[in-house]
């Protein structure tokens, strides 16, 4: 079985995608990660030197890779995967896809403290980071919600 964890960045897909994997017996994989290592390039220089459409077109097609390659696993997606190419179609008719329904509160303090990990948010002050989770999460959440399982 393929599971798929969708949610905004931060939400903690990669902790619990570990757990769920760890439970099931199964393959984890950061999709991030996964870019990152077939890319030899970390999200931030791709996002530098290609921007936002340059990394989704990357994601895609990372993405489909993946459910290519194997039969089963956990993938904990990017915030954006399941915005872009018709990502959140893929996923559905692929696997079962999960969205973690985590308190923006939650993920606004998560990303003041690692912002620099996120090139999205790195540039923000942080009180323009809780606007940005705000006016980001409204976007995307249609998206999250077409997901087959809503965890909160």
Do not use: W
Request: charged share 30%.
């Amino acid at each position: 079985m393929k599971y798929f964890l969708v949610g905004y960045m931060a939400c903690g897909k990669t902790h619990r995608g570990k757990e769920m994997a760890d439970e099931l017996g199964i393959r984890f994989i950061d999709l991030d990660a996964y870019i990152t290592e077939r890319e030899r390039r970390s999200v931030p220089e791709i996002f530098a030197k290609e921007g936002e459409a340059g990394f989704r077109k990357l994601e895609t097609r990372y993405l489909q890779e993946v459910c290519d390659l194997y039969e089963s696993f956990v993938l904990s997606t990017g915030g954006g995967t399941p915005c872009f190419g018709h990502n959140m179609e893929y996923m559905n008719a692929r696997g079962h896809t999960l969205f973690l329904n985590t308190d923006p509160e939650v993920i606004i303090g998560r990303l003041i403290r690692g912002k620099q990990k996120r090139p999205m948010v790195s540039k923000l002050g942080d009180d323009e980071i809780r606007d940005f989770v705000y006016r980001h999460l409204e976007e995307r959440l249609p998206y999250y919600q077409q997901a087959k399982e809503i965890v909160k």
